[in-house]
């Protein structure tokens, strides 16, 4: 029992002595702790928010384009459970407001908690849902866009297709119940905005009993069996369902978010989460290891006095055991509470911040909203897990340490300088300089130089690695797929299928109205400001009667060309196929330059198809077959052809649908107004505009982004933590050397520029470490996260403001911490610390 | 022989003080005492009698309570650190009973350290002069910790004349050394001093070293107890005056 005590109290005084030590050992502790917490809280938080989010949308599956004989069939089918539809009935027509009318209805529930099931089911603030063939019902805000006071018993008139053709109907609604309002960020265009509101069944009634409307249902539907099956077995249960009521595979779309949610608890979201911990726990392990074992080299000569006064290996061991839990037993639950209170109080912050700023997908705003008070966060077994996970870190960290220290033999009590290995002499140099002394003491001292740079190196490798796909995840390259030149961006906008109630909207006859005529364009390089117009390469549509999923319902594609200048670049990122020009040409080859649309419509290279350009009125015969499949960082139209196969077809009509114009920096806001109301005077054009297009792109990629950098510094953080222990190690056990050299004449300048020469070298080894494989392993990273779409990075950015901050960073904390330690030290009298015997 | 311009070295009233109250120690007390060029003191004491304390502060080391150290006529207890390191490195050389060698640099390194401090040229023909008569010509590119003790006091002493200062300051240069090799240190130290005309000011316990010195300086609690002509020079200088 007396042993235990002499031990743990040997360990204790030991902390108290080498405080600065203790003190760094207890913040990368802390900080691993605290990373590992907050890495599971914002896990636990993430995945109860998705829950949440997807229980708000709890359906199984949806079938699109059913019969009303298949949703008949359906609401008494035996597997399933619950089955709601969805219609669209017409689309809104007003301006350029992009807008529908739609009618839900719920025909069976079977849950008997169904109530309670769905907490979050959007209520209507005010009022009842339409029941009457002339009552609808929205939020405030759709109201007031249509020029209506959002009161229940309102009226409000709106015109609209019904089933998105034929004629355009006018009608007067009343408001007949009110949803809860959003808010919309300013500056938003109008058309990136999507609206809705609900209609009653008696009007789609009434239209459908005349015979103008024609119901294609989208049910949403759950079948039985989500707490028993897994994933794969409700997929298949809900084909079954499907293949009962002979509804095509193709229009059946399952809810995989929310049914991976209920079956498999997340188990992307949790792998992501282990590897992030598995870094965080390498790293830390890393510099919690290199202090313990800078410790050692530190202490030779103290273990060695306490084996020379008997402490066998065991309680050599058991101190350094005792050290760790000692130092644990307070960093970690510090860590635990601050890891847990950091995504408690920034999780809310950051849904806030990407709320006011994306309007864009109201559908989960809303839900963020209504969820973000409710979120769980706290989980015990998370708590249990970063806790054992920071132990299991310092005991693995010690491992090593411990090995060196029980080999310490006793004769090192009275070696009286730090053991300079094995080496017997040294050529050194003639002269002696400051350069000279800051090299030898890190010659002297090689693996305790080489294992600082590299927990420090590794880490900032991982931090110019990571910076090196963030930085390329760029707003402007986001904003450049609607503006690829230039500011802004007028486009013509037409129907992507034939129009035959109103032809007017079809391409072949935008044309002819030739709106981007040479006229049109000098009177907008006539606004103040506007440099320069130019036209993007025209666009034919293409349509087919083959059979084919790119051409279903008479939709038509867009056909373009690409000139022998952009072979390289096709080339470059070809995936199927081959390109050569000339061959092309002569054999009306085309290309596919979307790889998502090639898969989704089921082409092979190879496909030859029979198509109908279509010039103005002129209709062009043109057999193309499908050569390549490419995905260029250019925005090019789904299909290409050589530029002189696009010349050969002779077209009459000029084919401009896109036009871009460069503004000065001085009139941009001037210019963008003057645009604004041109394009407002004709219904079909859109204009984007890049300031507009930037903070669309910002939102979205600030959510990911900034917690990914706030992760990056604290692991750097971490590594720092190492570096400052090797400095003051450093320093501290050469007091007496230092003390020396300034007894012999070295000045405080002098002693300065030598720690931190010292430092600079550290520094240095760790940027061009950083720098090099850094850089090298971030360019390869990019490559991968391009090729998986991540955040739709397509261009590669050179990391520099993160390079030159972390060298800017590296360097100052450096010199910080050299001034401090000299100051600190120089409180002593220069006997003092000659006479100073660690 | 009071030829004031000959003092290298003058103490005021100087004092050093620890502690206070009942727990006051007066390590030194109001010590006043000239060291003229070229000779060659040493202070004897018992432990804490303040010789190490006194020592210190003549080398700039540690800042007297109050009193002035003169080395050349200027007061160094006023002086800035930039200052004061000059004139360690340019005018005093130490020589510490522990050898206190750097012992990342080898021993020519070592001994050339305080001249690479000042970015002062190398007089090689001298360094290696020195280092042949204190006997390291094999050992010059040595690691510290592969010498003995002897050869490291060695060592420290060529570092300590390397500079060619006025002063040469010894704390108990062969304290950690055995007789023999301490004999033959101190004759190495005594010969070279006088070579290259300098003072030297030993702290020593040893008796015989005490009696090699020009003079004895004995201190007890602080406080200069005797100061003389030790008893061997006093015969020679008599020998020399009747000589004369």
Redesign the interface.
């Given at each position: 029992m007396r042993k235990t005590n002499t031990v743990s109290n040997l360990a204790l005084q030991r902390l108290r002595y080498n405080k600065s030590r203790t003190l760094l050992t207890g913040i990368a502790i802390l900080f691993t702790t605290m990373l590992l917490m907050a890495i599971g809280t914002t896990g636990v938080a993430m995945l109860d928010m998705n829950r949440q989010i997807y229980s708000q949308s709890d359906y199984h599956a949806s079938f699109n384009g059913l019969t009303p004989g298949q949703v008949q069939t359906l609401s008494s089918h035996i597997r399933v459970e619950a089955l709601s539809t969805a219609e669209v009935f017409a689309d809104i027509i007003n301006g350029k407001m992009n807008g529908v009318l739609t009618y839900t209805e719920v025909l069976r529930d079977d849950r008997t908690d169904a109530a309670d099931s769905n907490p979050h089911a959007q209520t209507l603030t005010e009022g009842h849902y339409p029941e009457a063939e002339n009552e609808i019902c929205s939020s405030p805000i759709f109201f007031r866009r249509v020029g209506a006071d959002p009161v229940v018993g309102g009226k409000v008139t709106l015109s609209f297709r019904v089933n998105g053709k034929g004629e355009i109907l006018t009608k007067e609604f009343i408001i007949s119940g009110l949803e809860p309002d959003v808010e919309i960020a300013e500056g938003i265009d109008d058309s990136r905005l999507m609206w809705a509101a609900r209609v009653s069944k008696a009007l789609l009634q009434e239209y459908a009993d005349a015979g103008l409307y024609e119901a294609e249902p989208n049910a949403t539907l759950r079948v039985y069996g989500e707490n028993e099956l897994s994933f794969d077995e409700m997929e298949e249960r809900i084909l079954s369902v499907a293949a009962d009521i002979g509804l095509d595979e193709m229009y059946v779309n399952p809810n995989k978010e929310y049914l991976s949610a209920v079956t498999e608890p997340d188990t992307d979201t949790i792998a992501v989460i282990t590897v992030i911990c598995l870094i965080v726990i390498l790293f830390s392990s890393l510099v919690i290891y290199s202090i313990y074992y800078v410790g050692v080299i530190t202490d030779v000569q103290e273990i060695g006095k306490l084996k020379a006064l008997g402490a066998s290996k065991r309680q050599i061991a058991g101190m350094f055991y005792r050290q760790g839990a000692i130092v644990s037993a307070i960093a970690i639950p510090v860590g635990l509470l601050i890891g847990f209170l950091l995504p408690y109080l920034l999780f809310p912050l950051t849904l806030w911040a990407y709320r006011s700023g994306s309007a864009i997908n109201s559908y989960s705003r809303d839900a963020a909203e209504a969820v973000v008070g409710q979120i769980h966060m706290f989980s015990l077994p998370v708590l249990l897990a970063a806790a054992a996970a920071s132990l299991a870190t310092v005991f693995l960290s010690l491992q090593k340490p411990i090995r060196m220290a029980k080999k310490v033999s006793p004769a090192e009590a009275i070696r009286y300088q730090e053991n300079t290995a094995d080496k017997k002499s040294r050529t050194g140099h003639h002269t002696v300089r400051v350069s000279t002394l800051t090299f030898a003491n890190l010659a002297r001292n090689k693996r305790r130089t080489a294992v600082t740079i590299l927990t420090m190196g590794l880490s900032c490798v991982l931090f110019i690695c990571v910076s090196a796909v963030l930085s390329s995840v760029s707003a402007e390259d986001l904003a450049r797929r609607n503006i690829p030149k230039g500011d802004f961006c007028i486009s013509l906008e037409y129907a992507h299928y034939e129009d035959k109630e109103y032809p007017e909207n079809n391409l072949e006859n935008l044309v002819q109205k030739n709106y981007f005529s040479d006229a049109f364009l000098s009177q907008l390089l006539s606004i103040e400001g506007v440099e320069k117009v130019e036209r993007a390469p025209g666009i034919i549509l293409s349509s087919t009667d083959m059979p084919s999923l790119m051409y279903e319902d008479k939709s038509r594609q867009p056909l373009s060309y690409f000139t022998r200048e952009d072979v390289a670049e096709l080339s470059a990122y070809l995936q199927q196929g081959s390109i050569d020009y000339d061959r092309m040409t002569a054999n009306n080859e085309i290309i596919c330059t979307h790889v998502y649309s090639f898969e989704q419509y089921g082409l092979s290279i190879g496909d030859t198809f029979s198509l109908t350009l279509h010039d103005g009125s002129r209709e062009i015969p043109f057999t193309a077959t499908l050569t390549a499949l490419t995905q260029p960082d250019s925005n090019f139209p789904l299909l290409i052809m050589t530029e002189d196969t696009w010349k050969s077809l002779g077209l009459t009509c000029d084919p401009t649908t896109d036009i871009y114009l460069y503004a000065d920096d001085e009139h941009y806001d001037s210019v963008k107004e003057a645009l604004f109301n041109i394009v407002s005077e004709n219904e079909h054009f859109t204009m984007y505009a890049m300031d507009v297009e930037i903070m669309i792109g910002r939102s979205g990629i600030d959510l990911t982004r900034n917690p990914i950098y706030l992760l990056l510094i604290l692991i750097t953080v971490i590594s720092f933590i190492n570096l400052i222990n090797t400095m003051i190690t450093s320093i501290v056990t050469r007091k007496k050397e230092l003390g020396i050299l300034q007894a012999l004449g070295l000045s405080d300048k002098q002693l300065v520029r030598m720690l931190s020469g010292e430092g600079l070298v550290f520094t240095a080894s760790t940027l061009l470490i950083s720098l090099t494989l850094g850089n090298f392993f971030g360019y390869l990273f990019y490559k991968w996260a391009k090729q998986e779409h991540f955040m739709s990075i397509s261009r590669y950015h050179y990391p520099l403001w993160e390079s030159i901050g972390l060298a800017l960073v590296l360097l100052f904390g450096q010199l910080l911490i050299t001034l401090m330690i000299s100051r600190k030290m120089k409180k002593e009298s220069l006997i003092e610390r000659i006479r100073n015997q660690e | 022989m009071n030829n004031q311009t000959d003092i290298i070295l003058q103490t005021e009233t100087l004092c050093k003080y620890y502690g206070s109250g009942d727990n006051l120690v007066k390590a030194v007390d109001h010590i006043d005492l000239q060291i003229r060029q070229g000779e060659f003191v040493s202070i004897v004491g018992k432990s804490g009698s303040g010789k190490s304390t006194l020592l210190?502060m003549l080398?700039g080391?540690?800042?007297p309570t109050s009193g002035k150290v003169f080395i050349d006529g200027e007061n160094i207890a006023s002086f800035k650190?930039?200052k004061l390191?000059?004139i360690?490195?340019?005018k005093i050389g130490?020589i510490?009973q522990?050898y206190?060698l750097?012992?990342?640099?080898?021993v020519?390194?070592n001994i050339?350290?305080?001249?690479?401090?000042?970015?002062k040229p190398?007089d090689e023909a001298f360094l290696e002069d020195i280092i042949a008569t204190l006997g390291l010509t094999e050992k010059k590119?040595?690691?510290?910790?592969?010498l003995s003790g002897g050869q490291q006091q060695r060592c420290a002493i060529a570092?300590a004349i390397a500079?060619k200062p006025s002063l040469i300051l010894a704390d108990e240069p062969t304290g950690n050394l055995d007789t023999k090799t301490g004999d033959e240190v101190m004759a190495l130290l005594k010969t070279s001093a006088k070579k290259y005309g300098q003072t030297l000011v030993v702290i020593t316990h040893n008796e015989e070293i005490a009696q090699m010195a020009d003079r004895t300086i004995m201190l007890a609690d602080g406080r200069i107890l005797s100061d003389g002509i030790s008893p061997v020079r006093k015969k020679e200088a008599q020998e020399v005056t009747s000589h004369a």
């Open positions: - | 210190h080398g080391l540690d800042n650190e930039e390191s000059k360690r490195r340019r130490f510490f522990a206190n750097i012992p990342a640099l080898n020519w390194e050339v350290l305080p001249l690479g401090l000042d970015n190398l590119h040595s690691l510290p910790n592969t570092r500079v």
